[in-house]
């Protein structure tokens, strides 16, 4: 999922949050319906409340994190200013240097609270190179590219398969209408071409359209947010309303066979779609720190996850009861009405139809070149020696060439060639979430925050901080413990489900 920075300008706490709200509830929450159908929905109902819970307290980490990361930076800013100072006067003091305690022992709370504040906007990356070494430097770098990578994949397949299951109009007499069809049938009546081939001319041609962004900086603009925010409630409204009338007043008397309530072979799908729903831990700093008033951030974020929580419950379970099964990975998908079928209950108008089928594409157009941006910038991070500030005309030869030509490319290039090799979404979905979104969303904030106690520990001279007002709620030890000890049981788990399904 991409950042959507709503602007430099301070907002209230709620405007923030409404952001917070919109850039979690994305394109993660259409393959839930799916996923439940897999699973079963009481098992996946419990799973993700669950996940929700555990969500909520990294997010609580990566703040803690930011205020402590904020009062590192402004210590060492101090000290270089003090150093500069004695430099000038041709003084030395080795009572300045380093090792000199962060807080003073007799103003020790006020200058907690004054310096771990949240005034500056630090990144994650930022966060790893401050309090991390070299080595976890390198794995954060190459967790956080291994999630985009798997987004890109995932963007490219849901656009290129959403626009060749809408111009597809071949439906074979043997096969229902209401199924799901195979890639290997034809797309159009008396061509040569598959919806297989159809999905990969799609896909090539969202490749040379968007793929070139890569090689410049781009950013949304304030009414690209707002169209794409209003099409996605549009949407997610339509989605949901004509479930629930489905499941309330038009369910076919035929005999159909319910959804299952619990099915541990889906647990990897599951799993995957949970993470990558929920994951927002990435853009928190560009969201959180322009918020006027800071105070209760973590009261505030506990509403919106609860929301948030509710609403994909009241998604995926009146999909699952209206669909299944024949429940597609994109469930806006499940609301297209094939050309020459009989209109079925819950279906709404051709027009209306056309607006979800093609909904994923333009949102996802939309936030393509934002990742790809973003990932070029972490592979030139991880790979090439920092860009010089103000850009210098000294940097030629090979740097210059891999940094303009060559990270663009393998940035694209790699999700682009697994778009092609498969497009089931709902395994891309399931792996980037299960690995590397678990990654993101639990090892990451858990080893930056308590990476940031540690430091802010050894620069108090090993006494003990207090808490402050950006502390996270889940203070002790054993809660950073309890949150790796799940991300690894979980990706243990899934890896297990997926070999055993090989």
């Given at each position: 999922?991409?950042?959507?920075?709503?602007?430099?300008?301070?907002?209230?706490?709620?405007?923030?949050?409404?952001?917070?709200?919109?850039?979690?509830?994305?394109?993660?929450?259409?393959?839930?319906?799916?996923?439940?159908?897999?699973?079963?929905?009481?098992?996946?109902?419990?799973?993700?409340?669950?996940?929700?819970?555990?969500?909520?307290?990294?997010?609580?980490?990566?703040?803690?994190?930011?205020?402590?990361?904020?009062?590192?930076?402004?210590?060492?800013?101090?000290?270089?200013?003090?150093?500069?100072?004695?430099?000038?006067?041709?003084?030395?003091?080795?009572?300045?240097?380093?090792?000199?305690?962060?807080?003073?022992?007799?103003?020790?709370?006020?200058?907690?609270?004054?310096?771990?504040?949240?005034?500056?906007?630090?990144?994650?990356?930022?966060?790893?190179?401050?309090?991390?070494?070299?080595?976890?430097?390198?794995?954060?770098?190459?967790?956080?590219?291994?999630?985009?990578?798997?987004?890109?994949?995932?963007?490219?397949?849901?656009?290129?398969?959403?626009?060749?299951?809408?111009?597809?109009?071949?439906?074979?007499?043997?096969?229902?209408?209401?199924?799901?069809?195979?890639?290997?049938?034809?797309?159009?009546?008396?061509?040569?071409?598959?919806?297989?081939?159809?999905?990969?001319?799609?896909?090539?041609?969202?490749?040379?359209?968007?793929?070139?962004?890569?090689?410049?900086?781009?950013?949304?603009?304030?009414?690209?947010?707002?169209?794409?925010?209003?099409?996605?409630?549009?949407?997610?409204?339509?989605?949901?309303?004509?479930?629930?009338?489905?499941?309330?007043?038009?369910?076919?008397?035929?005999?159909?066979?319910?959804?299952?309530?619990?099915?541990?072979?889906?647990?990897?799908?599951?799993?995957?779609?949970?993470?990558?729903?929920?994951?927002?831990?990435?853009?928190?700093?560009?969201?959180?720190?322009?918020?006027?008033?800071?105070?209760?951030?973590?009261?505030?974020?506990?509403?919106?996850?609860?929301?948030?929580?509710?609403?994909?419950?009241?998604?995926?379970?009146?999909?699952?009861?209206?669909?299944?099964?024949?429940?597609?990975?994109?469930?806006?998908?499940?609301?297209?009405?094939?050309?020459g079928c009989a209109a079925r209950p819950g279906i709404p108008p051709?027009?209306?139809?056309?607006?979800?089928?093609?909904?994923?594409?333009?949102?996802?157009?939309?936030?393509?070149?934002?990742?790809?941006?973003?990932?070029?910038?972490?592979?030139?991070?991880?790979?090439?020696?920092?860009?010089?500030?103000?850009?210098?005309?000294?940097?030629?030869?090979?740097?210059?060439?891999?940094?303009?030509?060559?990270?663009?490319?393998?940035?694209?290039?790699?999700?682009?060639?697994?778009?092609?090799?498969?497009?089931?979404?709902?395994?891309?979905?399931?792996?980037?979430?299960?690995?590397?979104?678990?990654?993101?969303?639990?090892?990451?904030?858990?080893?930056?925050?308590?990476?940031?106690?540690?430091?802010?520990?050894?620069?108090?001279?090993?006494?003990?901080?207090?808490?402050?007002?950006?502390?996270?709620?889940?203070?002790?030890?054993?809660?950073?413990?309890?949150?790796?000890?799940?991300?690894?049981?979980?990706?243990?788990?899934?890896?297990?489900?997926?070999?055993?399904?090989?």
């Amino acid at each position: 999922m991409s950042a959507t920075h709503p602007g430099d300008r301070q907002y209230s706490k709620w405007m923030g949050l409404a952001y917070i709200f919109n850039l979690i509830v994305g394109t993660g929450a259409l393959t839930l319906p799916a996923a439940f159908g897999k699973a079963g929905w009481i098992l996946a109902a419990v799973v993700i409340v669950v996940l929700a819970f555990i969500s909520y307290v990294t997010v609580t980490f990566v703040v803690e994190a930011m205020a402590s990361t904020n009062a590192i930076l402004q210590r060492k800013r101090l000290q270089e200013r003090a150093n500069s100072i004695q430099a000038t006067d041709g003084k030395e003091n080795d009572n300045d240097s380093e090792e000199t305690p962060l807080f003073c022992s007799d103003q020790h709370s006020d200058q907690l609270l004054h310096q771990c504040d949240i005034t500056e906007q630090v990144e994650m990356g930022q966060m790893a190179s401050v309090l991390l070494n070299r080595v976890g430097q390198i794995l954060f770098y190459l967790c956080i590219i291994v999630y985009l990578y798997g987004d890109l994949a995932i963007y490219c397949s849901a656009v290129a398969q959403s626009v060749a299951d809408v111009t597809c109009s071949y439906l074979p007499p043997e096969n229902p209408c209401n199924s799901t069809l195979p890639e290997d049938i034809l797309c159009w009546e008396g061509s040569k071409f598959s919806r297989k081939d159809a999905y990969r001319i799609y896909l090539g041609v969202f490749i040379m359209l968007f793929g070139p962004f890569a090689f410049f900086n781009v950013q949304k603009t304030k009414y690209l947010q707002i169209i794409s925010t209003l099409m996605r409630w549009i949407a997610f409204s339509i989605m949901t309303g004509y479930a629930v009338r489905d499941v309330i007043m038009e369910k076919d008397n035929q005999e159909v066979s319910p959804p299952p309530a619990v099915q541990f072979s889906g647990i990897p799908a599951l799993f995957g779609a949970c993470v990558y729903s929920f994951m927002c831990h990435h853009s928190i700093p560009a969201l959180v720190t322009p918020i006027a008033d800071k105070s209760r951030l973590a009261r505030e974020f506990a509403l919106d996850y609860v929301l948030i929580a509710i609403f994909y419950l009241l998604l995926a379970l009146t999909g699952v009861f209206a669909f299944y099964p024949n429940l597609h990975d994109l469930y806006t998908l499940d609301f297209w009405q094939t050309p020459g079928c009989a209109a079925r209950p819950g279906i709404p108008p051709p027009g209306v139809g056309y607006f979800l089928a093609l909904f994923p594409v333009f949102t996802l157009s939309a936030s393509f070149p934002i990742i790809a941006v973003t990932l070029r910038g972490n592979l030139e991070a991880l790979i090439l020696p920092p860009k010089p500030l103000p850009p210098s005309p000294s940097e030629v030869g090979v740097t210059r060439l891999a940094r303009r030509l060559l990270m663009p490319l393998i940035a694209v290039a790699p999700p682009a060639i697994v778009a092609f090799a498969t497009e089931d979404l709902g395994t891309l979905v399931g792996v980037t979430g299960s690995f590397a979104g678990a990654g993101v969303q639990y090892i990451l904030p858990a080893v930056l925050v308590a990476a940031a106690r540690r430091e802010l520990v050894r620069q108090n001279n090993g006494e003990a901080l207090p808490s402050h007002r950006f502390s996270s709620p889940f203070r002790g030890n054993p809660w950073v413990v309890f949150v790796l000890v799940w991300a690894v049981a979980c990706v243990t788990i899934v890896t297990v489900r997926l070999a055993e399904q090989l």
